[in-house]
């Protein structure tokens, strides 16, 4: 067969979205044109068999993520690592987190988010009633984080707020509050790279001060670097929990059946999160850039073209996951792609898991029963889940 080396617009990924209906799509996709293309955003191909991600996310040299890394491009233009330094650039500032990750140093943190999932829901519960997104999920990631990376009570509350405003602008594609408020994120991470200067903390518990810490044949990083490494840190880790805790909570929702099971057993919340994570992956529009011509099946992806892994559908793959669309907490393989693969997998997906573990045991063990009130509003892309989702509870 030749190759097909036109760009029809195969899908449209502004098409209004409901919790269900981006499944659906990338179902018909992986069926009918699993390397899909679209004008829009920029124009940018989707690989959405389980497959061709991997191959995407592990071929770095092929497809490289130094030029445009998430679909849409985000509007800030600064350089930040690891995600826009191909290997091996990107690895010292990854080694710099994944050090403090390991399961002893993150013990002490299950009750620490234990008391902050007790606090948000207090008051949730007391009503009865309200938006898990906006109570809940929208806070406890900045929350976690901003204690994670030791900052001070003001600093905390600064982030609380512009983290939250920068989140909120990049789902609704807000590009001038987008600029606005991730420069006010660049401000707060120069403040804290100057004030760790002056007072060293210890780098095996002190992000921050094991980025400054870092050395490569004696130098430090390039404080350009550092600065930029921080701002990602700051951030990446927020945007997939607040919108994944939704998509769980609707679940629940949607499934008494599974809410009573997991509260009459918490040992199965571990295995329940996997599955969740699996069928509600936060995260469908990291992307790589093209540097050379590639063939996908009848596809050609041309040099510069942009590439976005769609974890999302991958993860729904049938070809790996047996009735893809159910949840089973008996799968034998569940070899998610929800922290990606290859060179640039999350290196925070311990304290991820851990956060989100105790998130949705906090929920189960202080709720009956939890009905939809309202009206489900869905992110887009680069994300998936929800924004809002209004609940009544049944204490
Ligand atoms: C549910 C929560 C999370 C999900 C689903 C998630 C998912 C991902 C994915 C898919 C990537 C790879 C992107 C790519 O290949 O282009 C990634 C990278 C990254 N994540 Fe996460 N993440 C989560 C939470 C966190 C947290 C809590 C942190 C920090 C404490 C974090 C820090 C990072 C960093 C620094 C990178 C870039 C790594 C590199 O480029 O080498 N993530 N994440």
Redesign the pocket.
């Known amino acids: 067969m030749m190759p097909d080396t036109t760009r029809q617009a195969d899908f449209d990924p502004d098409v209004p979205e409901d919790f269900d209906s981006p499944h659906a799509m990338f179902k018909d996709l992986r069926r009918r044109c699993p390397v899909a293309y679209s004008e829009a955003m920029g124009g940018f191909w989707a690989v959405t068999k389980y497959a061709d991600i991997v191959r995407v996310?592990t071929d770095w040299q092929t497809f490289t993520?130094t030029i445009q890394?998430v679909v849409p491009r985000v509007a800030t233009t600064q350089r930040r690592?690891?995600?826009h330094?191909d290997p091996p650039g990107?690895v010292p500032?990854?080694n710099a987190?994944t050090r403090l990750m390991t399961p002893s140093k993150l013990k002490p943190w299950r009750a620490r988010i234990e008391k902050e999932v007790d606090q948000l829901l207090a008051p949730l519960l007391e009503r009865g009633e309200g938006d898990i997104c906006r109570d809940f999920s929208f806070i406890l990631?900045i929350a976690v984080?901003a204690d994670?990376f030791r900052l001070p009570a003001d600093n905390a509350r600064r982030i609380r707020i512009v983290g939250s405003e920068f989140n909120m602008a990049l789902q609704r594609r807000d590009d001038e509050n987008v600029r606005k408020y991730s420069d006010e994120l660049y401000c707060l991470a120069r403040d804290l790279i100057e004030d760790r200067k002056v007072r060293p903390q210890d780098p095996e518990i002190d992000p921050i001060s094991s980025l400054l810490a870092v050395r490569i044949d004696g130098e430090a990083l390039p404080d350009a670097m550092i600065l930029g490494a921080l701002r990602?840190?700051l951030m990446?880790?927020i945007v997939?929990?607040t919108t994944?805790i939704g998509s769980a909570v609707v679940h629940l929702a949607r499934h008494p059946e599974h809410h009573t099971l997991l509260k009459s057993d918490e040992s199965l919340i571990p295995d329940a999160v996997e599955e969740m994570?699996r069928l509600y992956?936060?995260?469908r529009g990291?992307?790589?850039t093209a540097r050379r011509d590639v063939q996908f099946g009848d596809k050609l992806v041309r040099e510069g073209d942009v590439v976005a892994?769609v974890?999302t559908s991958g993860n729904r793959d049938e070809d790996v996951f047996n009735d893809p669309d159910e949840f089973d907490l008996n799968r034998r393989k569940r070899d998610l792609l929800?922290?990606?693969?290859?060179?640039?997998?999350?290196?925070?997906?311990p304290?991820?898991r851990l956060?989100?573990e105790v998130a949705i045991e906090g929920i189960v063990r202080r709720t009956r029963r939890i009905e939809i009130a309202g009206e489900i509003t869905m992110t887009n892309w680069p994300e998936y889940g929800p924004l809002a989702v209004p609940i009544r509870i049944i204490p």
């Open positions: 996310l993520t890394n690592p690891p995600l330094l990107n500032y990854r987190i990631p984080l994670f990602q840190f990446v880790g997939a929990p994944f994570l992956t936060p995260y990291f992307a790589r892994a974890f929800t922290f990606g693969r290859g060179p640039h997998m999350c290196p925070g997906a304290l991820a956060l989100l």
